[in-house]
């Protein structure tokens, strides 16, 4: 998008941008050490610090002074695409003696390399400021990604219609406010302004072989470009949410954001489109809506427990298009999010947490090796050092463990090929650091 706004959301958002999600789907979740130190339990209502604003706004009124967080996470994938078989498309051309050409279709059963090392690693930044107005409002802003994802197979890859490039990277961009209605009760909500950047690339092959008079007289493989794309845009977004405080030791949050449709514009090559003269400039990213409940209770004088669940609106991710095509099927399911954790205050200086979640996978029938997901499981730790009784230093740590998916991809269902069968796994550390500061 080529207008003056979208350049100036640009050059803002560079350090907010995030491009490898490790949690169901697209999702990124990394939006703080402290929470990436108890696998986001409890993350709507507990409020320790300004990255409260990434899951809640309602909670910014449990500050009585200014507060801002600043962190990163890095996030290490391992992700392998293995036991593959890929079916290139075989056109036989026959020209008999006499009479013109004539063309059948079948395919070539190609056994793939085994590749890893295909999601790079990434650094997901984050930054948030509440600045309460008095006892009963407050204000925050926030920047922070809630989407994105990112896989590079070599150009060499053996099935190049179904690896290429495919990265999809987001900067949220939110400002909040909140009121409190009395000791328990408070509420809040915002505005999103979501940037989105999309590169997609594939290629596509064929195997020409040539006979005539039934007589094979040769073979040649060739590939052209079926898809590129480089496409920005900006979306509107909002959140409510709610807190309630049953005392000082026992509390529960609830909140909901609604996530648009991205319309990024730019340079889309599409061949079919292309083929028919239908060229297309802009494409269509839907994204889901994200719901959270979550509480936080004191056990001890020193020890609490909390947790969350979170339901991600999934189904709204159907298809890729243009505005002639549809690029991509994928036809996703709603999915959840479940974690526990545990907070341990130790002494003045150190707090120590730590928690587990477990991950539901969006995939439903169609699945796909350029993004590789399944049902994942998050062990999480982490601490915060008290610098002084105004600034902490957090540091959080996830070893995620994915499962085997056996992955069935086609072009066309009705057609055997192209198609890649292969077996598809993902792993990750994540790795975070935080300042948080009040005053």
Same mark, same amino acid.
């Given at each position: ?107 070539e059963a190609v056994s793939m390399n085994d590749v890893d090392g295909i999601a790079p690693t990434a650094v997901v930044p984050n930054f948030y400021y509440i600045h309460p107005i008095n006892e009963k409002m407050a204000v925050g802003v926030s920047a922070y990604s809630n989407f994105g994802t ?89 959140? #409510?949410?709610?807190? %309630?405080?049953?005392? =000082? +030791?026992?509390?529960?949050?609830? !909140? *909901?954001? @609604? &996530? ?59 298809? #890729?298009?243009?505005? %002639?095509?549809?690029? =991509? +099927?994928?036809?996703?399911?709603? !999915? *959840?999010? @479940? &974690? ?47 610098w002084s009784s105004n600034t902490a230093i957090d540091f959080g740590f996830t070893y995620l463990i994915g499962k085997d998916v056996e992955v069935h991809e086609f072009v066309e269902e009705s057609l055997p090929a192209p198609a890649v069968t292969a077996t598809t796994h993902a792993d990750a ?11």
């Amino acid at each position: 998008m080529n207008t003056t706004f979208s350049r100036t959301l640009l050059a803002t958002s560079t350090l907010f941008i995030s491009a490898t999600s490790m949690a169901g789907g697209f999702q990124v979740n990394e939006h703080s050490a402290t929470g990436l130190g108890r696998a986001f339990a409890g993350e709507a209502v507990i409020a320790d610090n300004a990255s409260v604003l990434s899951r809640n706004a309602a909670a910014m009124t449990m500050f009585d002074k200014d507060a801002i967080s600043v962190g990163m996470t890095v996030v290490q994938p391992d992700v392998t695409v293995k036991n593959g078989t890929y079916y290139r498309p075989e056109v036989d051309v026959n020209k008999p003696i006499f009479g013109n050409i004539t063309a059948s279709t079948s395919y070539e059963a190609v056994s793939m390399n085994d590749v890893d090392g295909i999601a790079p690693t990434a650094v997901v930044p984050n930054f948030y400021y509440i600045h309460p107005i008095n006892e009963k409002m407050a204000v925050g802003v926030s920047a922070y990604s809630n989407f994105g994802t990112g896989t590079e197979f070599k150009s060499n890859y053996e099935a190049p219609i179904f690896g290429g490039k495919t990265s999809v990277q987001s900067m949220n961009l939110g400002m909040s406010i909140a009121y409190r209605f009395n000791d328990h009760l408070s509420v809040g909500g915002g505005i999103d302004v979501i940037y989105g950047v999309g590169d997609l690339y594939r290629d596509i092959d064929v195997n020409v072989g040539a006979s005539v008079g039934g007589a094979p007289v040769g073979n040649l493989v060739l590939k052209e470009n079926a898809l590129d794309v480089h496409a920005t845009g900006v979306g509107l977004g909002a959140n #409510i949410g709610m807190v %309630y405080e049953v005392d =000082k +030791e026992n509390r529960f949050g609830f !909140s *909901y954001k @609604y &996530s648009p449709e991205i319309e990024a514009e730019g340079d889309v090559y599409y061949a079919p489109s292309a083929l028919t003269g239908k060229n297309s400039d802009k494409i269509y990213l839907p994204l889901p809506d994200i719901a959270e409940f979550s509480g936080f209770h004191m056990i001890t004088d020193k020890t609490a427990i909390h947790y969350s669940i979170q339901w991600v609106g999934w189904s709204a991710f159907d298809t #890729i298009e243009t505005e %002639y095509d549809t690029i =991509k +099927e994928y036809h996703w399911k709603d !999915s *959840y999010h @479940y &974690s526990i954790g545990a907070t341990h205050y130790l002494n003045n200086k150190w707090i120590l947490r730590t928690g587990y979640m477990y991950d539901q996978t969006p995939v439903d029938e169609l699945t796909s090796i350029s993004i590789p997901d399944s049902d994942r499981q998050w062990f999480s730790a982490g601490f915060t050092y008290n610098w002084s009784s105004n600034t902490a230093i957090d540091f959080g740590f996830t070893y995620l463990i994915g499962k085997d998916v056996e992955v069935h991809e086609f072009v066309e269902e009705s057609l055997p090929a192209p198609a890649v069968t292969a077996t598809t796994h993902a792993d990750a550390i994540l790795a975070a650091i935080q300042l948080s500061h009040s005053f």
